[in-house]
Structures are given as C-alpha cells and as structure tokens.
C-alpha cells in the first residue's frame, strides 16, 4: 500500500476509533411467546406479494418484499431459504419498515448451483441486490451464516449499509469460537439426522416440543414460492465458505476499522454459535451494542418472533 493510501486508511481508522462509545451490554429475558402462531397474525406478509427476482450483475437473485418504512434487509443462514424465517418476526417487522427477503444463490431461483464460492462472493451478491433495489441507508440484519455474510459487506463496502444488525452470529477468525463439529453434520444433513436432531440443535431443551409442534407452521411460505432441496453443491460450497470464516483473521482485523451502527444478537442458550462470539463481536466493532436473550437458542426469532422484531426496529429507527 502506498503511503497516501496508509495515511487515509489510518484517518479512518483513527476517526472510527474517536467516535466510538464503550460497548453498551445488557441481558434481557423475554416472555414466553405462543408457538403455532394463527394465520392471521401474519396474513399482511402474503397479500399481493410474489416472489420477484433481480437480475444483478452477479445473477439473478429472488427476493420477497412487503411492508412500509425504512428498507430493511435480511440476510439468511447455513442451508437456509427465505422460508426459514419465521412470519411473525417478519409480519412485526413489516410494520415499520420496507422488509426484503431473499435467496442465497444456489438456492430457489436464486443464480445457479456452484460449490465454489465465498462468505466474500455472497456478500458481493447481497450489495449487489442492495444496488439493485437502490436501496438507501438500509439496516441489514443477517442471521447466523447470514452474520458472516453481513460482516464481510460492512467490511467490502460500508456504505451499502446504514445499520447492522447481527443475530447468532460468528466472529471470524480466531476471535471466534467455531460452530462443534457434531452440530455442523446435523445441520449438513448428514446421513441418519431426523427433523427431531435439527430442532434439538436449533432450540434449548424447554422449547424443543414446541419447536417440533410448530417449527414448520410458524415458516414464512409465500404463495407460489419454490422450495427445492438444498443441492450437496450448495451445501459444499457453505460449509467451506464458513470453515475458511473460521479461520478468517484478516476479517476480524479489518471489523475494527468499521464505523457501522451496529445490534449484536445472542442467545445464551445457542448450542450452534456459543456467546462468546457475540462478545467478541461486541469488542471487535467500535459501535456494537450487544443484546443478550436469555434462554434463547440459535433460531431465537421462533421463539421471540415479536420482541425481537421491535427491539431490531427501536436500533433502526433511533
């Protein structure tokens, strides 16, 4: 790097780290919220909203989009589609913002099948989505692997961001500590796991009847949607893209130069991506606010869909 180069980068750097407050912790325990959610608490996330796609420069990418306010973003996970998000948390959500959901590529409509891509690669895609949808100062949350992805376009290009919020995420590199590697070949999929093993992974102990009762009713499916099996290329090419995350101490080094807003989300009960992430992640970004919620595991908006969804929407309106 030149010398003028080194000079703006340590500007940067050195404005970031004088605009930074201490980072703000605090833990919450929510009220139990009802499982089996009625299908009309969450009818406005459906009426007259099909799937769309945008024909990025990187690929066709499809999307859902409902709801008024501020544009909001969200990036989702390992193996996930956009019906792995729950409806309430997205319903609740859609009151006060422009929600727009999508496919990872390699998923649904979503660019074709390849195993060999990047946390990087899906981060391009996303900002390219962003420019697509000329979307302006939008919060964009991302959600366990979605965090990683979320991470990486605030470090590539953080002016595509306006807040960030990151929800059972990984830090990268060796500021993190990696998904075990039991839970990772239960959500690969791996010969033998049940439906009960996933869920037994993704919810703590007391939520998991819930979960096998109401896991699949409480999904965001919007009419006509196309929800096919995750390919084992896909499935490759996450599962390398998050073991090089992992090992990823380039990333970690370049989070604290990031002048984001940013909500870091944690479970204290998350068997897939343990707390000390989210600490981590609290001390590597210099605007990091950390919300830890008590007894909730890795797919938490399940089981706080509504307080969740407002404690994202007071971070991206205030």
Known sequence: MNKPLR?????????????SAAAHARTVSYPHEAACVAPSATS?????????????PRGPLSYYRFGHGSPLLLVTGYRATVSEWDAA?????AKHHDVIVFDNRGIGRSMPDASNFTIDDMASDTAALIDSLALKHATV???????????????DKPQAIGKMVLMSA???GRAGSPVPADVMAKLAGSPGVTFNDIMAVLFPAPSVQDAERCFAKDMFKPSGYQSSAISNAVTDGQS????????????????RSVCIDTLVLSGTDDA???KENALALTHLLPHAHLLLVEHAGHAMMYQYPVALARAIDSFARH
């Open 44 to 56: 406005s996330i459906y009426a007259g909203h099909h799937e769309q796609i945008a024909n990025t």
């Open 170 to 172: 990984l830090a990268p």
């Open 89 to 93: 948390f997205l319903a609740e959500l």
């Open 141 to 155: 949350v991302g959600w366990s692997m979605g965090g990683s992805i979320v991470q990486q376009l605030a470090i």
């Open 7 to 19: 000079s703006t980068a340590l500007a940067i750097t050195l404005a970031c780290v004088a605009l």
């Open 272 to 274: 897939v991506v343990a």
């Open 240 to 255: 390398a893209s998050l073991k090089e995350w992992e090992t990823d101490d380039a990333a970690a080094d370049a989070l």
